[in-house]
T-cell receptor, first 113, second 111 residues
Framework: DGGITQSPKYLFRKEGQNVTLSCEQN?????MYWYRQDPGQGLRLIYY???????QKGDIAEGYSVSREKKESFPLTVTSAQKNPTAFYLC????????????FGDGTRLSIL | QQPVQSPQAVILREGEDAVINCSSS?????VHWYRQKHGEAPVFLMI?????EQKGHEKISASFNEKKQQSSLYLTASQLSYSGTYFC????????????FGGGTRLMVKP
């Protein structure tokens, strides 16, 4: 079955540590996205990519970094510069068209130790 | 700019109807609707395209008023399974599908 796989489901970060969240899709989608969701809030865009080796900052990119070395993969690194990383992180992918939906992974819940 | 959703929360009895609105201050190419259960991924419901098209999905339908740049989601004869948070996402350009999400509407359906 085609879909988006995020791992791990839960992640804990120590002070000063960088952590990487994995996102893999087998839907052959060109576009991939990372969102952050705080409790009771909507989804805010961190980074997005529409083609391999290219990505753009979203609304809240500070303290995060991404790479897009393969079409299927779009890992997100939460760096030590992100002082408030506790949130639910969602990865999505889509065909690049305004009439196509985004498909979401099951999310990673990140907490500070 | 983030679209504005209203109401922020609504409580229904099973079988009652509800309307959720999503308003933008900018011209839209499309509006996407999603439902999210607590702790889960958002699930796609439907897309409304520029042109005022109305779509339906079981007892959930939606419309897009291009003049007002507003979309409304209609939940008819609500079921317990409709509980969750509903988000609209707006697309400003025909060049892609960058979504800007609203703050969400929390819907609770009680027996």
């Amino acid at each position: 079955d085609g879909g988006i796989t995020q791992s791990p489901k839960y992640l804990f970060r120590k002070e000063g540590q960088n952590v990487t969240l994995s996102c893999e899709q087998n839907l052959n989608h060109d576009a991939m996205y990372w969102y952050r969701q705080d409790p009771g809030q909507g989804l805010r865009l961190i980074y997005y990519s529409q083609i391999v080796n290219d990505f753009q900052k979203g609304d809240i990119a500070e303290g995060y970094s991404v790479s897009r070395e393969k079409k299927e993969s779009f890992p997100l690194t939460v760096t030590s510069a992100q002082k408030n990383p506790t949130a639910f992180y969602l990865c999505a992918s889509s065909i690049i068209s305004y009439n196509q939906p985004q498909h979401f992974g099951d999310g990673t819940r990140l907490s500070i130790l | 700019q983030q679209p504005v959703q209203s109401p922020q929360a609504v409580i229904l009895r099973e079988g009652e109807d509800a309307v959720i609105n999503c308003s933008s201050s900018k011209a839209l190419y499309s509006v996407h609707w999603y439902r999210q259960k607590h702790g889960e991924a958002p699930v796609f419901l439907m897309i409304l395209l520029k042109g005022g098209e109305q779509k339906g999905h079981e007892k959930i339908s939606a419309s897009f008023n291009e003049k007002k740049q507003q979309s409304s989601l209609y939940l008819t004869a609500s079921q317990l399974s409709y509980s969750g948070t509903y988000f609209c996402g707006t697309v400003l350009s025909n060049a892609g599908n960058m979504l800007t999400f609203g703050g969400g509407t929390r819907l609770m359906v009680k027996p």
